[in-house]
């Protein structure tokens, strides 16, 4: 049985930025030195404040853009470099917000409202309220910032309330020396005007173009970590690009009798079932990896099917699968099947398939390492420049599915492979065992291809990764295969990073539709409690 097929995509154009992009260190540095011209010009009294005041907002205008992109870590993939560039820009447009908490501010817009992350204030009527609204945006965000401290991380709190106390407290002591008014000319007024005219050129204005209009907004609400120089790009893209259909090829439902070849332990209550594919079905039974095969048998009387992914990279084809209590296919497979007994087996199938990449993340537990693993081996091998991180979750090392022949791959790709294992079971005698001495010093120094964790890979661990080394905007590809509760912790923590649902690929679980009159479906089964059927949420990124 297959799923249904998905409506057609449009491709999305790459999105690869340089360690530093220059445009928008350029776009800094100019914007810098037409606000001291201005400065200069407006102190000295050389020119009115009719012609200062305009350089001021077009100046702070250039700052708002260099600060946006670091927002979204589109000024390169130096996550150090945002960071110090986005909080020199921000002074420039608010006296009131640091740049960590604006960041936030602007990533949850865009998580929480998708592909109209615009700010509802700066659209609610009446219209007269409107450009008060626009002047004192900023205002607002310190406000909802404020209402969810408890929240966020205290360093970010501890530097937004520093902020906060700091720049006005310095504006009010050049106030008291006699110098309201060049403040206001050179800094107060300019930076209102540019609040006010950024709120109506994304904000309003793009609410009141045409669908099919070219506007910022639509280019940045589907590549938001695209440097702001290549908007233009995206759009010829975009245009030039025909609609995808995401469904899988078509393939005759028709079940083949295949004898089991063999028959391989994983751990205490996982095996590895490899089938033998005769000559004449060895092309209908190609595969991808990444892909799904449809395992039939008749169990104590009744005819039950179930998906599993193929666990090998080439030849062979072979799954993995592990019991669980009360599940009735998992258990026959692991228990009862011996070799050259024969299962009905449907021809592979499914688009969690990974594209060429030159840098992946994935995210896998238990038995979610089946695709997973094939898919990054192979990826790797064809592709001498492309690099893998892997976060893996398990029980405990004697749970862990394939932890000999992660340990080989990453031998094998020497630096472009690197696993880090995390154990929910914090007494597990493996993270205890005496490893070698420069093993434990090498983990210890992050110099390590492969370390060990002891506990789960929480929101905290995952934000932490996400902030420096696997910041979105260095990575091409995310896969996740695991258990709903851990999907949607990384979706979540994903998307608090600017990265859009369509951008993971994702094996997607879901109840199955009524089945015909003398089909079932197993109980849950597998590693994640699945009584489901294979589908993707398979996007182009």
């Known amino acids: 049985m297959r799923a249904p097929a998905a409506s057609p995509v449009l491709p999305r154009l790459r999105v690869r930025v340089p360690a530093v992009v220059v445009p928008t260190l350029v776009l800094f540095a100019a914007s810098l030195a037409l606000g001291g011209f201005a400065t200069w010009l407006a102190l000295d009294r050389l020119a009115s404040p009719l012609v200062t005041i305009p350089l001021h907002v077009a100046a702070m205008f250039g700052m708002f853009v ?29 006296a009131l917000c640091a740049f960590p ?47 969810r401290t408890a929240e966020r991380p205290q360093a970010e709190v501890a530097e937004a309330l520093g902020m906060l106390v700091l720049v006005p407290g310095t504006l009010a002591a050049v106030i008291a020396t ?14 209102r005007l540019m609040l006010a005219l950024s709120a109506w050129w994304f904000d309003w204005f793009p609410r009141h173009l045409p669908e099919d209009a070219f506007s910022y907004h639509g280019v940045h609400s589907r590549y938001p970590s695209l440097p ?17 259909s995401a469904s899988p090829p078509a393939s005759p439902d028709v079940f083949h009798s295949l004898p089991v070849a063999r028959l391989r332990p994983l751990t205490g209550d996982a095996v590895e079932v490899g089938f033998a594919v005769p000559e004449h079905l060895r092309e209908e039974f190609e595969f991808t990896p990444g892909q799904h095969v449809v395992l039939r048998a008749v169990i104590d009387g009744e005819q039950v099917q179930r998906a599993y992914a193929v666990s090998s990279c080439s030849g062979e084809l072979r799954v993995a699968v ?65 690099r893998a991180t892997l976060l893996y979750v398990n029980r405990s090392g004697a749970d862990t599915i394939y932890a000999g022949e992660l340990s080989a791959l990453v031998r094998r790709f020497e630096g ?34 492969e370390r060990y964790h002891s506990g789960p890979l929480d929101a905290a661990r995952l934000r932490s990764l996400l902030d ?43 109840d199955l539709p009524p089945q015909p009159e003398g089909e079932r479906w197993a109980e849950p089964d597998g590693a994640f409690g699945m009584r489901l059927q294979f589908g993707t949420d398979r996007r182009f990124a």
């Open 322 to 386: 592990k019991q669980v209590p009360g599940g009735r296919m998992s258990t026959f497979l692991t228990t009862r099947v011996r070799a050259s007994d024969r299962l009905d087996v449907l021809p592979p199938s499914g688009q969690f398939t990974l594209g060429p990449a030159r840098t992946v993340v994935a995210i896998a537990a238990g038995v979610g390492i089946a695709p997973v693993l094939p898919m990054l081996s192979h990826a790797l091998a064809t592709s001498p420049r492309a």
């Open 416 to 449: 472009r492979l690197r696993v880090e294992h995390f154990r929910t079971d914090e007494r597990d005698p493996e993270l205890r065992q005496g490893r070698a001495p420069f093993d434990r010093i090498a983990s210890a120094l992050a110099i390590s291809d």
């Open 101 to 147: 908490a604006g960041r936030y501010l602007h990533l949850e817009q865009h998580r929480r409202a998708g592909e109209s992350h615009l700010t509802p204030r700066n659209l609610r009527r009446p219209a007269w309220q409107l450009p008060l609204r626009w002047v004192f945006n900023d205002l607002w965000h310190v406000g909802t910032y404020l209402k």
């Open 468 to 510: 420096c080394r696997l910041h979105p905007a260095k990575i091409d590809e995310w896969l996740v295969c695991a258990p709903v509760d851990i999907a949607g912790l990384v979706r979540a923590q994903l998307a608090d990073h600017g990265v859009p649902a369509d951008g993971i690929l994702s094996e997607r679980f879901c």
């Open 66 to 94: 260099v600060a946006h992109d670091c927002g979204h870590h589109a000024a390169g993939r130096v996550t150090w470099f945002n960071d110090v560039l986005g909080r020199l820009a921000t002074p420039f447009l608010t």
């Open 178 to 191: 006699g110098h309201g008014w060049e403040l206001v000319v050179v800094y107060l007024l300019p930076q």
């Open 228 to 244: 702001f120089y290549r908007y233009t790009e995206a759009r010829r893209a975009d245009r030039s690009a025909c609609p995808v």
